[in-house]
């Protein structure tokens, strides 16, 4: 497994606690937290997908995940932007991370701060 990718799938955790503790996520009438959408790009075969998946596992009580089959016609949009990234996250419709973090290589900071500004730029 590529080393970003590994350091990304180990933020999954501080992601769901950021989710699970936001005061913006929205609540039904019964006082029913509605959970987040997580959609996961991806296309057969795509071991980093896979790979995402099975970290993904432990939290998925946590939120809904999504699965978009880039290579399916309906899709082609999905297919021409990503093609060359999966796998990529989108939360609750906007996009969050992808394989490769372009800032990856010159920042320090990477990736947990611009993990945790684009999630709460997304909730």
């Known amino acids: 497994m ?3 990718l590994t350091d990304m799938l ?6 769901l606690c950021y989710i699970k503790t936001s005061p913006r996520i929205i609540r039904t009438s019964c006082s029913q937290r509605v959970l987040p959408v997580l959609t996961l790009f991806t296309k057969d075969p795509c071991p980093l997908c896979e790979e995402a998946k099975e970290m993904l596992e432990p939290y ?3 939120f809904v995940l999504q699965e978009v089959d880039i290579t399916l016609p309906e ?4 297919y021409d932007r990503y093609k060359y990234d ?3 996250f989108h939360l609750n419709g906007q996009f969050l991370m992808m394989h490769q973090d372009k ?10 701060k611009p993990l945790l500004r684009q999630m ?3 909730l």
């Open 10 to 15: 180990n933020l999954f955790p501080k992601l």
């Open 120 to 122: 709460g730029n997304a």
């Open 60 to 62: 998925k009580h946590r």
């Open 75 to 78: 899709n082609s949009v999905w």
């Open 2 to 4: 590529s080393h970003l």
């Open 86 to 88: 999966i796998p990529v």
């Open 103 to 112: 800032t990856a290589r010159s920042s320090p900071e990477t990736p947990i």
